[in-house]
């Protein structure tokens, strides 16, 4: 064989090399879209979920001596079933209790096995969660490491001042020592500071009129601070993400607090309510949350593995210890506020109080400044600007004065509708209230004491 045709069979096999290397790539970026377009709502790679782990599956038909049957089964799984000529189908049923696998009588053998291919890849790591920084938010966070920071600064400051005290007294006394001055060393430091002070008369008043009125304005600061918990995050015994439910996958706030508008408390909600979900979804599409919704797993006495619960001999759910969530909006016993009144009757929106909910983790008190970011890109939500700190008196009252009302014949709720019709019968009042042409909380009674103090 020449040079020549030694390097046209070097080119043939590298260029066939290329072909089937791309043909391997192409198949498999087909398998991934097929596995996500029909297999990733009931399946996972390499572990149980609705239906069992895709890896191996093939293989393990193969064992059951039954390879060629794996087709039917995703084709028509009740057929194969039905014309009972397949063990490996039948146990399958039995395990996931009797579930129908969805049938995909399109998929030809060859998308099959690109599916199959693509699922005996190991897939990759997840990412880090991010649960520490949800921990961190409940207390030791990054205010956390200011003040301690803050505080170790301090201290080496003081150390430092003393040291420097000490050195200046020594070389105070070697000075002295040096002039032939007598060292009077039984002399204490208060004494020393009181004649300082008198020499220094003006300057001390000065220091103590402005440490004085700085410790002054610190106290009034602090006590204002009495019952206002702006920012405040709780921990929780399960870390639910606020941003994943009501963010990314739109759930509606009332699915989980489902008694705001029927009650004065918006509630929480049982486990059997996440179980609706979870009983089927036992982490997120990037592999996370496993650990938190185990507990509610161990809460509600289901088994994962099984996909059942665990059942006495009686046939009754042997339940966990129950989710205790820690609440993170809390008003004085003193205070009465309902939740019904201000969604239906009043007609406010969440965000008024708490915020853009669908960006946080775990449920906080929002602050006053998020909030009132909100009011100009959700001008048609109502939202008030307000200047009070939150969840304090004063903000409910300056709400109340600034919440306009509609009121009229046409208005949205007929309650407002016949709160018109009842004015319309006193003129004299009427009249007074429409003076500005709007109709605010306050004019219709929202500052009594008795409304929200009884």
């Known amino acids: 064989m020449n040079i020549h045709s030694v390097k046209k069979v070097s080119i043939i096999c ?47 038909w193969a064992e059951a001596g039954e390879e060629e049957l794996i087709y039917d089964w995703i084709n028509n799984s009740a057929a194969l079933l039905g014309s009972g000529k397949s063990k490996r189908a039948a146990a399958i049923f039995a395990e996931y209790n009797k579930s129908a696998m ?24 997840p990412p880090p969660t991010g649960n520490g920084d949800v921990a961190d938010a409940g207390g030791s966070g990054s205010k956390g490491g200011v003040k301690m920071w803050l505080l170790i600064l301090v201290v080496t400051l003081v150390i430092v001042t003393f040291a420097a005290l000490g050195v200046r007294k020594k070389i105070a006394y070697v000075t002295a020592a ?66 994943l439910h009501a963010g990314t996958m739109e759930i509606d706030c009332r699915y989980c607090h489902n008694s705001v508008e029927k009650s004065k408390h918006a509630g929480l909600p049982t486990t059997n309510v996440c179980m609706n979900c979870h009983a089927m979804v036992h982490e997120t599409k990037a592999g996370t949350g496993k650990e938190e919704i185990a507990k509610l ?35 004085p016993d003193h205070v009465f506020f309902s939740h019904k009144q201000h969604v239906n009757v009043g007609g406010v929106d969440c965000m008024q109080c708490h915020g853009d909910v669908k960006t946080y983790t775990l449920g906080r008190v929002s602050t006053l400044e998020e909030i009132n970011a909100l009011v100009d890109d959700n001008a048609d939500l109502g939202l008030v600007k ?69």
Request: glycine residues 8%; hydrophobic residues 35%.
């Open 14 to 60: 590298l260029l066939s090399m290329v072909f089937t290397m791309f043909a391997g790539s192409a198949a498999a970026q087909d398998g991934k879209q097929l596995f996500k377009d029909n297999c990733a709502s009931c399946h996972k790679i390499d572990k149980k979920s609705t239906g069992p782990a895709l890896m191996g599956a093939k293989g393990r």
């Open 102 to 125: 969805t049938a995909f009588p399109k998929l030809t053998v060859e998308e099959i096995d690109a599916i199959l291919e693509y699922s005996n890849t190991p897939p990759p790591p």
């Open 178 to 243: 040096q002039n032939g001055e007598e060292i009077d060393e039984d002399k204490s430091m208060m004494d020393k500071l009181g004649s300082w002070i008198l020499r220094n008369w003006l300057f001390s008043v000065v220091i103590f009129v402005v440490l004085l009125f700085t410790g002054l304005a610190d106290g009034l600061t602090r006590l204002a601070s009495i019952g206002v918990y702006e920012d405040y995050q709780p921990s929780q015994m399960v870390a639910y993400d606020h941003s």
């Open 297 to 331: 797993h161990t809460a509600a006495g289901y088994d994962a593995d099984k996909m059942a619960y665990n059942l006495d001999k009686k046939g009754n759910v042997i339940t966990g210890d129950p989710i205790v969530w820690n609440k993170a909006h809390n008003l």
């Open 386 to 454: 307000l200047t009070k700190p939150l969840l304090t008196m004063g903000w409910c009252i300056e709400c109340h004065d600034k919440k306009q009302i509609e009121v009229g014949p046409t208005a949205s709720n007929p309650y407002y509708q016949e709160i018109h019709n009842r004015l319309t019968l006193r003129p004299d009042v009427y009249k007074k209230i429409k003076e500005d042409g709007e109709i605010t909380v306050k004019e219709l009674g929202g500052w009594e004491c008795a409304k929200c103090h009884y």
